[in-house]
C-alpha cells in the first residue's frame, strides 16, 4: 500500500513562509485527489487546499491569496507553498490522497509554528 510522508514543517515567524511536501511511496498517478489538511491544537481537522485532477484546485477562504497547491505525478509529491504565515495558521499540516475505488490515505502530520 502507498505511504504518504509529510515533510518540510517547522518554526517560523510570522510573515514568513514554509514549503510543505508530501511524499508517496509508490505513484499518485491513480489518486485523481489529493490535498492538504490542517489540525490546530484541541480542534477539528479541516480542509485547507485540494488539487483535482488535472489542475482543478481549492482553497479555504483563510488561505487564498497566500497558499498554493501543487503535485508532481513524475516525483510522486504533492506541495503546499505557504506564504505570508501568521499565528492562525499554526496547526499539524496532514496530507490526504483519494481516488476512485481507493481507500483515501493520510499521512503521519507535519507541525507548523507561527510565532514571533
Known amino acids: 500500500q502507498v505511504q504518504l510522508v509529510e515533510s518540510g514543517g517547522g518554526v517560523v515567524q510570522p510573515g514568513g513562509s514554509l514549503r510543505l511536501s508530501c511524499a508517496a511511496s509508490g505513484t499518485i498517478d491513480s489518486f485523481n485527489t489529493m490535498g492538504w489538511y490542517r489540525q490546530p491544537h484541541g480542534k477539528g481537522r479541516v480542509l485547507v487546499a485540494e488539487i483535482i485532477s488535472p489542475q482543478f484546485t481549492f482553497y479555504a477562504d483563510s488561505v487564498k491569496g497566500r497558499f498554493t497547491i501543487s503535485r508532481d505525478n513524475a516525483k510522486s509529491t504533492l506541495y503546499l507553498q505557504m506564504n505570508n504565515l501568521n499565528p492562525e495558521d499554526t496547526a499539524v499540516y496532514y496530507c490526504?490522497?483519494?481516488?476512485?475505488?481507493?481507500?483515501?490515505?493520510w499521512g503521519q502530520g507535519t507541525q507548523v509554528t507561527v510565532s514571533s
Open positions: 490526504n490522497a483519494r481516488g476512485p475505488g481507493l481507500a483515501p490515505l
